[in-house]
């Protein structure tokens, strides 16, 4: 069973292509990991698939439908510079619209949603912020709230972007434990991720994408120098690193 | 009722409406869009009397409506085929209302259209201009278009209260979660072209936009929530026309201009004294904790 696939997507930005041609399928259950330099077009792959882009051409299935009637298995924790955290809101309200398809059109949300929410909150260790203005929580707290979101929405199939990015170690690992917890759970969790060094452990699978799909498949057959280096192109200064970790592996 | 109870009425009327609509577009960063639709309105207003050929409430509101959420639409195509927004904005803006000010010259000697009084409003007027029927008159017609606006803008704020709210804070994540965002924005478009058309009597359409902004910019220096922020505006809108009214009344000057130089007045104030984000007290804090640190 393929919670995910993607066939053939491309999209472009002003005549620019930023995707060429991208298809891959991603089985239930699974961690994968979407790696590429900066500019690879991750995010665009992301928002593309959730349908926020307007796409050149391909089409997308989850669970072997249309992805258009499947929205509400669909969870997303964006980059975090993607919204306004000036927004007049506090850390609970952010958790609610995770529960937006329960509450429905029309409703306020009612104790049981709320109880659910403040338990999402507790679980990323922020039951003390509910009633915290978002702008005054610092990037890590602002990262778990979205991962609350996420996990409010109840969702199948996650998709998150850069959940790891400028937070401390301890945030991190509690993201880990959050997406492990997940796929125990049999959800399928797709994951932009930046630090080559963590690939190993944190996915089954891994998309190495510039542009184009580079590698798709089991992290231990994709993960290699090779397939880096032709993501990369070769120039990156880091990579000299990452060999001694990827040679541990295969 | 007297003259001067009308007056303040209806200054009251339009700080309300534009102060809690307008608050919405403030923390949409699309304050730019208000003072777009506060200018092609005088189009839908033109275009409503070529139509029905009278300066009737109802489809003068049916006009606005329908060419303020065209300026919207406008706005946006240009938008994604290319050009910045707020170059789009300028694009739309001026041609429409320059349609509209070429239109008003052909009809300016049938019906008192000037622009301007389109421009400036005269609120002192608008206690003249009655709503009568079969003689008996009602009030004055200004009254009674911001009164249904109000009810209107009201009605649709609370019906979609968690959509706006989602979708302002978070637009992609409200799109994915089924969030009708693109119903949401032209709605929003409406409700201001609706409040702008209904105080264009009273206050014209250059210090609308006034109202519209600087209220809800200035709740947004006092307050964290949402809602606080909403029926914040709103009484900073209320609140602005009144001492507007009474500046222009002590100095005999122009009643809306003085309502518009209250909320900047009223902004001022918050910039630089809001216990959150005041200029001042942030200074004095600062200077506090450094004592505090130094004395350490
Ligand atoms: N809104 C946009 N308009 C035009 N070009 C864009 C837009 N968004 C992204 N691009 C371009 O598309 C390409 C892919 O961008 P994308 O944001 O998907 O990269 P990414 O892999 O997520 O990068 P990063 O690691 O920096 O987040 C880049 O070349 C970028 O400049
Ligand atoms: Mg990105």
């Given at each position: ?104 059109l029309f409703k306020r949300a009612n104790k049981k949603e709320v109880t659910w929410a ?49 937070v401390d170690a301890s945030t991190e690992k509690a993201i880990i434990q959050l997406m ?71 | ?296």
């Amino acid at each position: 069973m393929y919670a995910l696939s993607v066939k053939d997507i491309s999209v472009t930005y002003d005549k620019q292509l930023a995707l060429e041609d991208v298809s891959f399928a991603v089985p239930e259950g699974s961690i994968t990991g979407i790696i590429g330099p900066n500019g690879a077009g991750k995010s665009t792959l992301i928002k593309s698939i959730l349908q926020l882009l307007p796409t050149l051409s391909g089409n997308v299935e989850v669970f072997h439908k249309p992805i258009k009637s499947q929205k509400k298995i669909i969870g997303y924790v964006p980059q975090r510079s993607e919204v306004d955290w000036d927004f007049p809101t506090n850390a609970l309200d952010v958790v609610l619209m995770g529960r937006y398809n329960h509450i429905g059109l029309f409703k306020r949300a009612n104790k049981k949603e709320v109880t659910w929410a403040k338990t999402c909150l507790e679980k990323v260790g922020m039951q003390d912020y509910a009633t915290r203005q978002i702008s005054q929580l610092s990037g890590g707290q602002q990262q778990r709230v979205f991962l609350a979101r996420a996990m409010a929405q109840d969702a199948k199939v996650y998709f998150m972007d850069e959940p790891f990015a400028g937070v401390d170690a301890s945030t991190e690992k509690a993201i880990i434990q959050l997406m492990k917890e997940w796929k125990a759970e049999g959800k399928t969790v797709l994951v932009v991720h930046h630090d080559l060094q963590t690939v190993n452990d944190y996915f089954d699978h891994v998309l190495l994408l510039n542009k184009s799909p580079i590698a798709y498949g089991e992290t231990q057959t994709v993960f290699t120098l090779d397939n880096l280096e032709q993501a990369y192109g070769g120039k990156i200064a880091f990579l000299q690193k990452a060999p001694a970790t990827v040679k541990e592996s295969t | 009722m007297t003259y001067t109870m009308w007056i303040i009425l209806t200054g009251c009327l339009v700080g309300l409406t534009c102060g809690v609509t307008g608050s919405i577009l403030v923390l949409r960063k699309m304050s730019m869009i208000a003072d777009a639709i506060s200018h092609t309105v005088l189009l839908g207003i033109v275009g409503a009397f070529f139509v029905t050929q009278s300066l009737n409430g109802v489809p003068m509101l049916i006009g606005a409506g329908v060419v303020g959420i065209l300026t919207a639409l406008f706005v946006e195509m240009l938008h994604s085929s290319g050009v910045q927004s707020d170059a789009a904005i300028g694009i739309v803006f001026t041609s429409l209302f320059a349609l509209g000010v070429v239109l008003i010259s052909f009809i300016g000697d049938q019906v008192h259209l000037d622009v301007q009084h389109a421009l400036m409003g005269e609120i002192a007027f608008v206690p003249w201009d009655t709503l009568s029927i079969n003689g008996v008159s009602y009030g004055p017609i200004a009254v009674w278009m911001l009164g249904a606006v109000l009810i209107i803008n009201l009605l649709l704020i609370t019906l979609f209260y968690k959509e706006i709210k989602m979708s302002t804070f978070d637009a992609q994540f409200a799109t994915l979660i089924g969030v009708p965002v693109v119903f949401i924005h032209y709605l929003l478009m409406t409700m201001v072209s609706l409040s702008t058309v209904a105080s264009f009597d009273s206050v014209g359409a250059i210090l609308v936009v006034a109202m519209l902004i600087v209220p809800g910019a200035t709740a947004y220096l006092l307050t964290d929530r949402f809602l606080i922020l909403l029926i914040l505006s709103g009484v900073i809108g209320v609140v602005s026309a009144l001492m507007g009214y009474w500046f222009a009344v002590s100095f005999n000057v122009s009643i809306a201009g003085s309502m518009a130089v209250a909320t900047g007045v009223l902004f001022l104030v918050a910039f630089l004294f809001s216990p959150k984000h005041g200029v001042i007290l942030r200074k004095w804090r600062n200077k506090i904790e450094e004592n505090v640190q130094q004395s350490a």
